[in-house]
């Protein structure tokens, strides 16, 4: 006869006794049984397992809106690093991406711009260098990313012809 691991279990924890040993009455009389033919309670220590989460966290400045009233939206940090100082659509401030306007898309809030997957970017951002006085929002990414990584994206944007205002500065 073959008993199984549960079947050892069953008589080491006092579990109901299996019908193939309905003759023994209780679990000493199965365990005797058992042992009779050789086979021995035993005890399996398992390693305890545990789970790492990593978060990875993009540091982005923080700031008070800004507007273009002077021809230019200032930068968020001291070291100029690609990341310019919006403001959002309740009136917040913003550190975002600069990018061209004729790459931008209108809003008027920021779910606008979370729910098109064609949007160019996930913040609303008000009163920035493209608007000529009509307060349209414009959608802006709204984490700055590595600063060579947005001049390479605003040499494309002059490579194809989207040359002009952006969102952080007016052309003079």
Avoid: H, W
């Avoid at 079947?7 to 006794?17: E, F, L, Q, S, T």
């Avoid at 789970?51 to 930068?75: H, L, M, R």
């Avoid at 098109?116 to 913040?123: A, I, K, M, N, V």
Wanted: a negative charge; hydrophobic letters at 30%.
């Amino acid at each position: 006869m073959t008993f199984t691991e549960v079947d050892k279990r069953a008589a080491a924890y006092g579990d109901p006794i299996p019908s193939y040993a309905s003759a023994c009455t209780d679990a000493d009389q199965y365990s005797s049984a058992c042992s009779c033919i050789g086979v021995t309670p035993s005890t399996t220590t398992l390693a305890a397992t545990s789970t790492t989460v990593y978060t990875i966290v993009t540091a982005t400045p923080t700031c008070a809106g800004q507007t273009c009233a002077t021809g230019f939206i200032p930068s968020c940090d001291q070291d100029n690093t690609g990341c310019y100082c919006f403001t959002d659509s309740v009136g917040d401030g913003f550190c975002g991406e600069n990018a061209p306007c004729a790459s931008l898309t209108p809003c008027e809030t920021d779910d606008d711009c979370t729910s098109s997957p064609l949007s160019s970017g996930d913040t609303c951002a008000f009163s920035t260098c493209c608007s000529d006085g009509d307060e349209q929002g414009l959608c802006l990414v709204g984490v700055c990313s590595n600063p060579s990584s947005n001049l390479m994206k605003m040499a494309m944007a002059a490579r194809n012809g989207l040359v002009g205002d952006t969102a952080a500065f007016r052309a003079q």
